[in-house]
């Protein structure tokens, strides 16, 4: 099983790192199932829009939910999110590796990727989770302290990702 996540902390930083990695792996002819995620500036009143990529087929998929000026409440569509899963697995069983922007909250309660990730570990192929300190102590549980942690520098998460990969193409 190999099982990494890389942690950073700074909103946003770690899409940014994640999306650049998936565009170099793939600039080398590595196939990545999985999503990364861009924050769309909606201005000074509104909290962002969350959009993921799906990396094998360039679909966008919106996972937040306008809750309006002022809303407080948890801006996830888990409708969305599910979406995104299902489209990511119908590409892992030709991938070289399984890139998940963020193991969440709801990854962390079961739900969202947590499901995909353990297939994936199921069939040795090698994982990558973004994550943040409070879910932490979930993703610890559920890997069983399996996950190496792989420093937030795209050159150190590219040397992983290599070395993980059998027979890289290109």
């Not at 946003?12 to 995620?37: E, F, I, P, Y």
């Not at 201005?43 to 919106?62: F, Q, Y």
């Not at 969202?112 to 989770?129: K, Q, S, T, Y």
């Amino acid at each position: 099983m190999t099982l990494a996540y890389t942690m950073m902390p700074g909103k946003g930083d770690m899409d940014l790192l994640l999306a650049q990695l998936a565009q170099r792996l793939s600039a080398r002819g590595v196939t990545c199932a999985g999503v990364v995620q861009r924050n769309v500036d909606c201005g000074p009143e509104r909290k962002c829009d969350m959009d993921l990529t799906v990396l094998h087929s360039g679909e966008v998929l919106r996972i937040s939910q306008s809750l309006g000026v002022g809303a407080r409440g948890c801006r996830l569509d888990p409708a969305a999110l599910e979406q995104a899963v299902a489209a990511t697995s119908q590409a892992l069983d030709s991938a070289d590796l399984l890139l998940v922007n963020k193991f969440g909250k709801h990854e962390a309660q079961g739900r969202g990727f947590r499901p995909l990730i353990g297939e994936a570990m199921a069939a040795d192929l090698p994982v990558l989770c973004g994550l943040n300190g409070a879910n932490l102590p979930a993703f610890q549980e559920f890997t069983g302290g399996l996950a190496v942690e792989v420093a937030p520098d795209l050159d150190a998460l590219m040397a992983w990702a290599e070395a993980q990969i059998s027979q890289p193409a290109g």
